[in-house]
């Protein structure tokens, strides 16, 4: 941390998003700490562990970059794919709210996730990723989507970076399990992630150049392009790659902590952190307005059957209205 910070002043502690500045060497990012939040949207989908640990890393990615939003919005994280997971969905609603559900075979799943040489990324298969960010009903909405196949969600987010953005970025995430024996003598199960995200901002726009990524159709023999990378952000990346797994999620190491033991030798200014909170968006009136722009022909076969049942996928809250009240005119 900064030297100049106040000794005193609390660390942010977990379910929560610090960003951070590395002025010496013109880089910026965020790094989190998941505990209980993840535990609670986890543990109410009691999803199989394979998946519960890939949905933990898209939810760790989305609460990075969503924490970035200068503005009452939303970010969504959607997968879509051919694998045992066949899509991912994370909702980041600004401020701080988080919700995440996924889709899955689970004999896909189990017969996969018992091979020997077995990787979350693996559930994905091939498809995309895309990223939205919803910025109100009077404002367009941004969409960027990366290509899936057989990649990790961390490769996934510097494809995004290169082809979106141009902004040099490095992202690290991790997901553990915990098992804490409690005083009867059962076990407690917990889940943590962590992640870290820096990004090269110097104040040329030319210092941030990278090569052009390839076409795919170049002549046979034609050279790659290579662009010599800034020496600020190799030494940045390169200290954001010896992050462990373990680091990443050890919750006897706070964020601030894992920041200073990263950049010390350079100085590392901690800002004011994000707080994080597992909040579902559904209502009864959103289900309402959602029912109402329905077909004719839907309409006429849920007033024939009464009542509508609608399950919200994320927190698993359940609506049951009456059909003629909902479609009274």
């Given amino acids: 941390m900064d030297q100049n910070q106040p000794a005193n002043k609390p660390l942010a502690g977990e379910d929560a998003v610090v960003p951070f500045a590395v002025e010496a060497l013109d880089a910026r ?15 109410r989908h ?11 890393q898209a939810i760790t990615l989305t609460a990075l970059l969503g924490s970035t939003l200068k503005f009452e919005g939303r970010l969504t994280l959607q997968t879509q794919t051919d694998g045992p997971v066949s899509m991912l969905v994370v909702d980041f609603n600004a401020p701080d709210g988080l919700r995440a559900t996924a889709k899955f075979d689970t004999q896909a799943v189990e017969a996969m996730a018992a091979q020997d040489d077995f990787r979350p990324e693996f559930l994905l298969g091939r498809g995309h990723m895309a990223f939205t960010i919803d910025q109100g009903r009077h404002m367009s909405r941004y969409q960027g989507i990366v290509v899936l196949d057989g990649i990790s969600l961390e490769e996934a987010a510097h494809d995004y970076f290169m082809r979106s953005e141009q902004i040099p970025t490095r992202v690290r995430l991790a997901v553990g399990e915990m098992l804490t024996r409690e005083e009867d003598g059962t076990n407690t199960h917990q889940w943590r992630a962590g992640g870290i995200m820096a ?21 046979e023999g034609t050279d790659p392009h290579e662009i010599e990378e800034d020496d600020a952000w190799v030494e940045a990346r ?26 010390h030798e350079r100085g590392v200014k901690a800002y004011e952190p994000h707080v994080m909170q597992d909040r579902c968006t559904c209502s009864e009136y959103k289900i309402r307005s959602m029912l109402k722009g329905l077909s004719e022909q839907d309409r006429a076969e849920m007033l024939d059957e009464g009542k509508i049942s609608v399950n919200c996928d994320f927190c698993g809250e359940t609506y049951s209205l009456d059909a003629e009240d909902v479609f009274r005119a």
Avoid: C, W
């Avoid at 990012?29 to 543990?43: E, F, K, T, Y």
């Avoid at 009691?46 to 933990?56: C, E, I, Q, S, T």
């Avoid at 990004?199 to 170049?218: C, K, N, V, Y």
């Fill in 29 to 43: 990012g965020r790094a989190v700490a998941l505990g209980p939040v993840l535990n609670s949207i986890l543990q």
């Fill in 199 to 219: 990004q090269f901002l110097p104040h040329s726009t030319e210092r941030m150049r990278q090569p052009d990524i390839h076409p795919g159709d170049a002549p």
């Fill in 46 to 56: 009691d999803y199989p562990a394979p998946v519960n640990k890939l949905l933990a």
């Fill in 238 to 263: 390169a200290l954001v790659d010896t992050v462990q797994d373990v680091e990443l999620t050890d919750p006897g190491l706070p964020v601030e902590q894992l920041l200073f033991r990263l950049f």
